[in-house]
């Protein structure tokens, strides 16, 4: 009886209406939640964030000014390029590309360590004198300027032995030092070098024996990494220590960085801590862990 009345009253046509109208609701509502889940909105603070990214660098304000200071010709280019990327990013997360790929996985931590490096950067305050004198006082020897060269050289690819004796005689005497010894690599004639550069290239050892050679003379061999050279020094201005003062903005620099590299670290740690890291016996008993 009761399932008669049901059908009875499903014929009315007041009742139909009020299913239809039901039956419509929830399908814009399920409609309006799929076009949220798809819409891709292009505003200010997408396209800010956006080129934060793009510039690997997280100062909202300043990319706020550059992003009001482009013509609407630009402002369409760099939109569409946001619309562009969303949809691919959204479409390969879809489709799990996300999820067993390394590539994309190191990108996420790359992202992450940018945002904690921003963050850090802005949690610093300002560097104090009294930092600088102690950084100055700590790292001497690296902040010390060293030795720099005007140079010119003859390259014997084998041991000198008898022909070194010749060639440096002859060097001597005023013979056209270009035309003597083996063809060299690099440079056989060097202008204001750094001792680290002439280090780089030709070894410690030779940029050490520099500092014993007399000036205005040819002297050798001296040896490399590459063989044996005659070198007459032009020049050779040794290496000094700045004052404070004009070492002072590079200390800053370094302070500063190492501030974000240490506040990075400690919210990296922070992050760490909010898992549970669990090792099995094998690698427990190995690494101490």
């Given at each position: 009886?009761?399932?008669?009345?049901?059908?009875?009253?499903?014929?009315?046509?007041l009742v139909q209406l009020l299913l239809a109208g039901v039956l419509l609701f929830g399908a814009d509502h399920l409609v309006d939640r799929a076009d949220a889940?798809?819409?891709?909105?292009?505003?200010?603070?997408?396209?800010?964030?956006?080129?934060?990214?793009?510039?690997?660098?997280?100062?909202?304000?300043?990319?706020?000014?550059?992003?009001?200071?482009?013509?609407?010709?630009?402002?369409?280019?760099?939109?569409?390029?946001?619309v562009e990327e969303e949809a691919l990013v959204r479409k390969g997360r879809a489709l799990g590309l996300d999820r067993n790929d390394y590539v994309a996985r190191?990108?996420?931590?790359?992202?992450?360590?940018?945002?904690?490096?921003?963050?850090?950067?802005?949690?610093?305050?300002?560097?104090?004198?009294?930092?600088?004198?102690?950084?100055?006082?700590?790292?001497r020897d690296t902040l010390a300027t060293g030795s720099r060269y005007d140079l010119r050289h003859v390259y014997l690819r084998q041991a000198p032995g008898s022909?070194?004796?010749?060639?440096?005689?002859?060097?001597?005497?005023?013979?056209?030092?270009?035309?003597?010894?083996?063809?060299?690599?690099?440079?056989?004639?060097?202008?204001?070098?750094?001792?680290?550069?002439?280090?780089?290239?030709?070894?410690?050892?030779?940029?050490?024996?520099?500092?014993?050679?007399?000036?205005?003379?040819?002297?050798?061999?001296?040896?490399?990494?590459?063989?044996?050279?005659?070198?007459?020094?032009?020049?050779?201005?040794?290496?000094?220590?700045?004052?404070?003062?004009?070492?002072?903005?590079?200390?800053?620099?370094?302070?500063?960085?190492?501030?974000?590299?240490?506040?990075?670290?400690?919210?990296?740690?922070?992050?760490?801590?909010?898992?549970?890291?669990?090792?099995?016996?094998?690698?427990?008993?190995?690494?101490?862990?």
């Open positions: 009886m009761a399932t008669s009345r049901a059908r009875r009253a499903l014929r009315e046509p889940a798809d819409a891709i909105v292009v505003d200010e603070d997408a396209l800010v964030r956006f080129l934060q990214y793009r510039h690997r660098a997280f100062d909202a304000p300043r990319f706020r000014e550059r992003l009001d200071a482009l013509s609407g010709e630009e402002l369409a280019a760099l939109a569409d390029e946001y190191r990108r996420l931590v790359t992202q992450m360590e940018y945002l904690l490096e921003a963050e850090s950067g802005q949690d610093a305050g300002p560097i104090t004198d009294a930092e600088v004198a102690r950084y100055y006082a700590r790292h022909v070194g004796v010749d060639v440096l005689a002859r060097l001597r005497a005023g013979a056209n030092w270009r035309a003597l010894g083996d063809r060299f690599a690099y440079e056989r004639e060097w202008r204001d070098a750094a001792e680290d550069r002439l280090a780089d290239t030709f070894g410690a050892e030779f940029a050490e024996a520099l500092e014993t050679l007399p000036v205005g003379i040819w002297s050798g061999p001296v040896t490399s990494k590459w063989g044996a050279h005659f070198v007459i020094l032009d020049e050779r201005t040794s290496g000094s220590m700045p004052t404070v003062e004009l070492a002072a903005p590079g200390i800053r620099d370094a302070i500063a960085r190492e501030r974000v590299r240490v506040a990075k670290d400690r919210k990296i740690a922070g992050v760490l801590a909010e898992y549970d890291i669990v090792y099995d016996d094998t690698v427990r008993r190995k690494s101490g862990r």
